[in-house]
């Protein structure tokens, strides 16, 4: 049974009885990787030791309108209940509503660099017209000023070298790779690191589809190998009997990237320890103890990699070991990447602030 803390949150009588009931019972999906069974076992339980639900409204009648609503099913083909596509969808919603509370004042749709080129949002600034310039971007009143002032007014023409525009902020377009961590030291010492990262992954993927529509998201795992998965399986994600292949990821990572016709692109990383794990032919070569060398150099080998392809790595360590510490600013360094040491708490403001923050300089 899970150590759970039960908070105002999940128990405010001003709420409707289902909604009340629907904040704890997306969380506790969060835990059980999806299983509707579990989670409602759990509840069940709750219900004895805090009295959830009362005479008028139970978790029989919950688990009706959870059904009503379309959010779970109960098919033939599986037994029990399972999550439906409009559930999956709530829960990316919630996840970013918690970690991103402040993303409703911001502008939807934007990547603001400070270079000063054809874009969407316009500056106080205005300059000479040259050859291409849409119209649309055309300064009217700066425009016949100068037309004024150059022709003056018995003799007034408008010509090209009266013309100015609007400076503008470009808009740039990002491809990101997020790796997550899925050996098993994210659940060792009592302590759940995958759900957090489970959420940050989701409320993140909820934000590039709905906000930066033109960018990309793709999300990979890492064990003793990498591979990708889609946006509607975070939810079901767990923890394996795994080692931290660290390079199979970020290959997996450069391949996906290479794909993509964004010259900006970025990975994120959120692992809890340092690289254990490689392949060397079909065999896995491992070492769960310190920093083995032929891992580690491997490791640094695809950083640089990775520097020289202007493919920047953040690394989001959710552990302060100083032997690891180590290793991520080496890591670091090698990549000219950025690394944040963030407890599990922080990580999703973490990984916010830093996508809102990556403002890259247009490429021609």
């Given at each position: ?169 470009f808009q740039s377009q990002t491809s990101t790779v997020l790796m997550i961590d899925i050996s098993h030291s994210m659940i060792l010492y009592g302590e759940d690191r995958i ?44 923890v394996g009997p795994y080692h931290t292949n660290t390079v199979a990821g970020l290959e997996l990572a450069m391949d996906l990237l290479r794909k993509r016709k964004n010259p ?21 070569y491992k070492n769960a103890y310190g920093l083995d060398k032929n891992i580690l150099n491997r490791t640094l080998g695809l950083a640089v990699k990775c520097r020289k392809l ?55």
């Amino acid at each position: 049974m899970l150590n759970w803390t039960f908070s105002q949150k999940f128990n405010n009588p001003e709420d409707d009885p289902f909604d009340r009931l629907f904040k704890l019972f997306k969380e506790l999906l969060m835990h059980t990787a999806g299983n509707v069974e579990e989670a409602l076992s759990w509840m069940t339980q709750l219900d004895k030791q805090y009295d959830l639900t009362d005479e008028k409204y139970g978790l029989s009648d919950f688990i009706q309108d959870l059904k009503d609503k379309g959010l779970i099913s109960d098919s033939k083909k599986t037994p029990g209940y399972n999550p439906t596509s409009k559930l999956e969808i709530s829960l990316r919603q919630t996840a970013l509503s918690d970690i991103f509370e402040d993303l409703q004042k911001s502008k939807p749709g934007k990547h603001n660099t400070k270079i000063i080129g054809q874009g969407d949002e316009i500056t106080n600034e205005s300059r000479s017209y040259e050859y291409g310039d849409r119209l649309d971007k055309l300064s009217i009143t700066e425009s016949l000023r100068n037309a004024q002032i150059n022709h003056g007014i018995d003799n007034f023409r408008l010509t090209q070298q009266d013309l100015e525009v609007k400076e503008t902020f470009f808009q740039s377009q990002t491809s990101t790779v997020l790796m997550i961590d899925i050996s098993h030291s994210m659940i060792l010492y009592g302590e759940d690191r995958i759900t957090p990262a489970k959420k940050v992954a989701m409320a993140l993927a909820e934000l590039i589809t709905t906000q930066y529509k033109k960018d990309t998201l793709d999300i990979i795992v890492f064990g003793n190998d990498a591979w990708q998965i889609q946006i509607k399986d975070l939810p079901y994600l767990e923890v394996g009997p795994y080692h931290t292949n660290t390079v199979a990821g970020l290959e997996l990572a450069m391949d996906l990237l290479r794909k993509r016709k964004n010259p900006n692109k970025q990975i994120m990383m959120i692992t809890d320890g340092k690289p254990t794990c490689i392949k060397k032919g079909k065999k896995y070569y491992k070492n769960a103890y310190g920093l083995d060398k032929n891992i580690l150099n491997r490791t640094l080998g695809l950083a640089v990699k990775c520097r020289k392809l202007d493919i920047p790595i953040t690394t989001f360590m959710i552990a302060r070991d100083p032997y690891l510490v180590q290793f991520v600013d080496e890591f670091t360094k090698a990549n000219n990447g950025k690394a944040f040491y963030s407890s599990l708490k922080g990580l999703g403001e973490f990984i916010f602030m830093d996508y809102k923050a990556n403002k890259r300089k247009r490429r021609k």
